[in-house]
């Protein structure tokens, strides 16, 4: 029963997990869209908050050997009934409706989300033939698994799951998993160390909090770039700390075979510095924009399917870390630490030439960024949509290229998709 239960949670959380990015990448205004998927990062981390205090308030429960355990999974239910009696609420993504050929739904809900139910607002107009512009394209493209990695599929691909890939591989879960581990190798015990492991969690709540201020402004790559960057050097520091003035514990910490080295005085105090530095960095980059990423690289085609591939490549490789960080440990020490801070600035290389800037573009502009021709990745900045060009033509009367675009040849459809990537 605990394990078939456990495999359903597991499989309902991978859906959401996926999907909710997808959803909220849809109903999003461009200028806005990084900070309305980081709220679902946000909410991730409160709920990890808080769960790590009712474990911790239910560990005191005695009155059964299972008593403790029970009641915290059980508490899990009550946010479920809570997102099951919400979702009937939410509107449908217009381009889903779209997909599906739910045309005149499609433009009401556009126009109830971007213009307060205004089928004539000129931003409504412009998008919705920029919408239509790219499906009609879209369906004449390769089908099936092909359509994945023909006519530059393939670097949307690479993108959206190398991006959930580096943010399991960058440790991050190193410092929250298993943090306890880690402040004991910095001389921390019992309740001390577990209240310092949770004001860990209260920096992740703050961090990407902060986030959700600055994301749409300072665009995805440098976030990804230097927050890659600064997650290698705090890894390399905890790492280096250990090495140099860790007394090795051949029998580990009181038969725990994970910590077999240990500091005291000043180094535990950078150790433990830099481990929350460590998770401060991380909620400000590759924790939220990781998940805001993913969810804008792929066609509208692919978006549903990619995003689930995308997020499969995360719980795979955070499985794959969660199996190899107790061994690690026990094998290797502080050297765990320096293999991903090397990983880490992996990360930040594979950014930098091979993710455009996706922040304050269309959806429809972001999938030709990725096309043959398309710009460098390290000439690509925030902002620059050409929608608001297409707003000022609507609303001067003369939509050049808009209106009658999507139902053209694809000679004309391409013609149009080469103007638009010369200005992304």
């Known amino acids: 029963m605990l394990v078939a239960g456990r495999f359903i949670n597991g499989i309902c959380v991978g859906v959401t997990s996926s999907q909710v990015p997808v959803y909220l990448a849809e109903i999003s205004k461009k200028e806005t869209r990084g900070s309305i998927i980081v709220i679902q990062q946000w909410a991730i981390e409160w709920g990890i908050f808080i769960m790590y205090f009712i474990g911790y308030a239910c560990s005191f429960i005695s009155t059964t050997p299972t008593a403790s355990f029970r009641t915290a999974w059980a508490i899990q239910f009550v946010p479920c009934v809570f997102l099951m009696a919400g979702i009937p609420f939410l509107p449908r993504s217009p381009r889903w409706l779209a997909k599906v050929g739910r045309e005149k739904e499609a433009i009401q809900t556009l126009a109830n989300i971007q213009a307060k139910g205004d089928i004539n607002d000129p931003l409504v107009v412009a998008e919705w033939d920029e919408i239509t512009t790219v499906l009609a394209a879209e369906r004449e493209g390769p089908k099936g698994w092909r359509k994945f990695f023909k006519n530059g599929m393939w670097r949307r691909t690479m993108a959206g799951t190398s991006v959930q890939a580096w943010q399991q591989l960058s440790g991050a879960n190193v410092m929250t998993y298993y943090v306890v581990y880690i402040f004991e190798m910095a001389n921390l015990t019992g309740n001390t160390g577990l209240i310092s492991s949770g004001i860990q969690y209260a920096i992740f709540i703050v961090g990407t909090a902060a986030t959700f201020f600055f994301i749409d402004k300072t665009g995805r790559r440098p976030l990804l770039i230097y927050g890659a960057i600064g997650m ?74 990619g995003m689930a591939w995308a997020s499969v490549a995360n719980w795979l490789f955070n499985f794959a870390i969660g199996l190899f960080i107790p061994p690690g440990f026990e094998n290797i020490s502080w050297k765990l630490f320096i293999i991903f801070g090397v990983l880490c600035i992996g990360a930040a290389i594979q950014a930098f030439f091979t993710y455009p800037e996706t922040a304050g573009k269309t959806l429809e502009e972001i999938e030709i960024m990725f096309r043959k021709g398309g710009p460098r990745p390290w000439h690509t900045k925030p902002g620059g949509s050409l929608l608001d060009q297409k707003i000022l033509e609507v609303q001067a009367g003369g939509r050049k290229e808009s209106s009658g675009i999507a139902g053209g040849t694809e000679e004309e459809r391409m013609e149009y998709g080469e103007k638009r990537a010369e200005n992304v």
């Open 232 to 305: 290698g050097i705090c890894m390399f520091v905890v790492g280096g700390v250990l090495g140099s003035y860790g007394t090795y514990l051949p029998n580990g910490l009181k038969g725990n075979l994970s910590v077999r080295v240990q500091v005291r005085g000043s180094p535990a105090y950078t150790v433990i510095a830099f481990s929350y530095i460590l998770v401060l960095v991380y909620s400000l980059t590759l924790a939220p924009i990781a998940w805001v990423y993913a969810a804008e690289v792929w066609s509208l085609e692919t978006r549903a399917t």
